[in-house]
Nanobody
Framework: QVQLVESGGGTVQAGGSLRISCAASGFTFSSYGMAWYHQAPGKERELVGLTDRSGDITHYADSVKGRFTISRHNAENTVYLQMNKLKSEDTAVYYC???????WGQGTQVTVSP
């Protein structure tokens, strides 16, 4: 059974940092690219960034470029999102997704306070 489980969300002050994780199971993690999305209240889910199977290639939305970094540890079946210089507009539920599939995690809330 495929599972994607996000963790590490919470509340952080503007300008701070947070790292969230997505632990995968039930499929060959190293064979798939992975993506992070976020969804703010009342808004559509948007792509934050993605990485290829090895983690060597990444792509980010303009809104987070230079502040967020995606990495992955294939031996631990985990993908990470390091978020620095957080802004109030980064407040959202963050989801991981396996590229090329409809596998989604349940999401983790990130709240950036003023």
């Amino acid at each position: 059974q495929v599972q994607l489980v996000e963790s590490g969300g919470g509340t952080v002050q503007a300008g701070g940092s947070l790292r969230i994780s997505c632990a995968a199971s039930g499929f060959t993690f190293s064979s798939y690219g992975m993506a992070w999305y976020h969804q703010a209240p009342g808004k559509e889910r948007e792509l934050v960034g993605l990485t290829d199977r090895s983690g060597d290639i990444t792509h980010y939305a303009d809104s987070v470029k230079g502040r967020f970094t995606i990495s992955r540890h294939n031996a631990e079946n985990t993908v990470y999102l390091q978020m620095n210089k957080l802004k109030s507009e980064d407040t959202a539920v963050y989801y991981c997704k396996t590229l090329g599939t409809n596998y989604w995690g349940q999401g983790t809330q990130v709240t950036v306070s003023p």
